[in-house]
């Protein structure tokens, strides 16, 4: 039997004709018509005024961040229950992050605890220069009480939506809520270029501005001209034509993994202390991308989770712990954090299931069974 993976992305005909239409076109180079192309279709999938294709979603946010003055001496507000690359992005500026909770129904933002914290930071005359929050696992962050909220003090809002291209809340895209966006195409997200990323926003002077800096902060002169220090972000026409193509399929793949979640959905539904994130009483996820699903296991002794984890591989299933909050990172031991309980209890009883477009109908009964035999067994 095959190794069922997490997420792993599939490449059709059509999309290795358009990477090859690309490299024969002589764009081999991080710009030419397929990047602009890409671009404009991205910002019109997401109802955003531009996008600024880049080497990959960290540069993005970092992007995002320099471009709100985000520097040493400053705080980020970000939530603790997200992937590194968020955070990293935060320290390269040199400002501190300061972490949030979760909500236990779906692992996000703990929103009226974020906007707590900005408070509780600002009275102790701590400057929020930017609250980052991250769209988890393809799931909308609950904005409607927090756009208003930063809005009011002053304080711009970055989504990392990074997980959450296609996901929308209230009829607005994932990587349209904040004074930008970031997206990620990384080889195992709901599509992928391989690896890249893209800015989003509504604030055309932002985008060229990123754009500027993206490319090493080159003046427009005959020669190469600078005033202060650039980035080298810029994503590869080679790759935007392979984005062009999955993004074609975009729906069909959300599609494939709403139907998988679904499966997982009736079959765990009589377990005893099994639940799928999002999927708590009084959630709806029909506006989710499904880009990876959790399942949570509750009422079981310390350390099972690990061993559902080590049970799915020795099947030759590969299931992961959720993301290990940052509060509890090794580098962050000594960093402030607002809560935290919840997202540890989170980590210690979910992990996320196998839920790429790859994964047959019989890879996805494997996986049921095996997981029915590793919680109940
Ligand atoms: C994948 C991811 C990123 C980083 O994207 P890259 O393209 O891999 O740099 C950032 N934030 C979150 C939440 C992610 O899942």
């Not at 690990?306 to 962050?332: C, S, T």
């Amino acid at each position: 039997m095959a190794r069922i993976h997490l997420s792993k992305a599939t490449v059709t005909e059509r999309e290795e004709q358009l990477v090859l239409e690309a490299l024969r076109s002589g764009w081999v180079a991080p710009l030419g018509p397929m990047v602009d192309h890409f671009e404009a279709e991205i910002a019109e999938r997401t109802g955003v005024a531009g996008a600024l294709a880049l080497s990959s979603g960290t540069a993005a946010l970092h992007l995002a961040l320099l471009h709100h003055g985000v520097g040493a001496g400053d705080v980020v507000v970000v939530p603790s229950m997200t992937f590194a690359a968020t955070t990293n992005a935060i320290v390269y500026t040199g400002a501190t992050p300061v972490f949030v909770d979760s909500q236990a129904s779906d692992a996000n933002v703990d929103v009226a605890l974020m906007i707590e914290a900005v408070d509780a930071l600002r009275a102790e005359g701590e400057n929020v220069a930017a609250v980052v929050t991250v769209d988890l696992y393809g799931r909308a962050v609950d904005y409607s009480a927090l756009v208003p909220a930063l809005a009011e003090r002053g304080i711009p809002l970055v989504e990392d939506a990074a997980e959450a291209l296609g996901a929308s809340l209230d009829g607005e895209a994932c990587g349209s809520f904040g004074s930008c966006a970031a997206i990620s195409f990384n080889g195992n997200k709901i599509m992928t270029t391989s690896g890249g990323g893209m800015l989003l926003s509504n604030d055309t002077e932002l985008l060229s501005r990123a754009r500027y800096l993206s490319t090493q902060a080159r003046q427009p002169a005959p020669w190469y001209e600078h005033t202060e220090v650039g980035y080298n972000y810029r994503m590869s026409n080679l790759l935007a034509a392979l984005g062009i193509g999955q993004l074609e399929r975009l729906d069909v793949m959300i599609a494939r993994r709403r139907e998988i979640r679904d499966l997982y959905a009736d079959a765990f539904a009589d377990l005893d202390g099994v639940r799928l994130l999002g999927r708590s009483e009084g959630d709806d996820d029909s506006h989710d991308n499904c880009w990876l699903t959790g399942a949570i296991v509750e009422g079981r002794e310390p350390g099972f989770i690990d061993r559902v984890v080590e049970g799915f591989n020795a099947a030759d299933i590969e299931a992961r712990h959720l993301w290990k909050p940052m509060h509890m990172q090794p580098m962050y031991a000594s960093a402030r954090t607002f809560g935290g309980d919840v997202a540890a209890g989170l980590f210690h009883s979910g992990l996320n299931l196998p839920s790429g477009v790859d994964l047959s109908d019989d890879d996805v009964t494997r996986v049921i069974a095996t997981f029915r035999e590793l919680v109940t067994g």
